[in-house]
């Protein structure tokens, strides 16, 4: 009875090491696109086709091609993108827009009914997509909220911002991107 208690202890212990392992090896790998962006290597950024938040239609990568995007991983629950929010309209009103410069909100690891009432609080008028399974958000190696990305008109990201984003670095990463 003792050898088989010892054995069954073995196999969970190796069977949890397995399971830890590949974990880590996912996870490491999961990064690997906003580190390759902060290199400069300026990856090709993973396409996508989401539906609208308001519920009309679908927005896809593809379609913003030949234009410098933003793209903004945020959710409704997170509390700095609550103090981005702002900054990111503001953004999208007076710089974005006049200049064609496409903008997404990307809502991800959230309730849609949460995510319409923050996008009404913040009174968000740039295209906002809901990721559902957040599976677009692992594509992207978002591993908190909020994270920007800024892609050239040839679909490669130019910059990665962990973490809130200011106006100034938006400035700074569209120039680089090739936009106005």
């Known amino acids: 009875m003792k050898r088989l208690v010892a054995i069954a202890i073995a196999v969970a212990v190796l069977a949890l090491g397995l399971v830890v392992g590949r974990a880590v090896m996912h996870s490491s790998g999961a990064r690997a696109f906003p580190s390759e962006v902060a290199s400069g290597t300026l990856p090709t950024a993973p396409g996508f086709d989401l539906p609208n938040l308001?519920?009309?239609?679908?927005?896809?990568?593809?379609?913003?091609?030949?234009?410098?995007?933003?793209?903004?991983f945020w959710a409704s629950w997170c509390n700095p993108c609550k103090d981005e929010a702002p900054i990111l309209e503001d953004f999208w009103v007076t710089e974005a827009k006049p200049n064609g410069i496409a903008?997404?909100?990307?809502?991800?690891?959230?309730?849609?009914?949460?995510?319409?009432?923050?996008a009404k609080t913040y009174r968000l008028t740039y295209p906002l997509v809901h990721d559902d399974g957040g599976d677009i958000g692992r594509a992207y190696g978002v591993?908190?909220?909020?994270?920007?990305?800024?892609i050239?008109?040839?679909?490669?990201?130019?910059?990665?911002?962990?973490?809130?984003?200011?106006?100034?670095?938006l400035r700074e990463a569209v120039a680089k991107a090739g936009g106005s």
Do not use: Y
């Open 152 to 169: 050239d008109a040839q679909g490669r990201a130019v910059a990665w911002f962990p973490g809130e984003v200011t106006a100034k670095g």
């Open 103 to 118: 903008m997404v909100g990307i809502d991800s690891q959230d309730l849609s009914d949460d995510a319409r009432a923050f």
């Open 143 to 150: 591993g908190a909220f909020p994270e920007t990305f800024v």
């Open 54 to 72: 308001d519920g009309g239609g679908t927005t896809s990568l593809a379609s913003l091609r030949g234009r410098v995007v933003i793209l903004n």
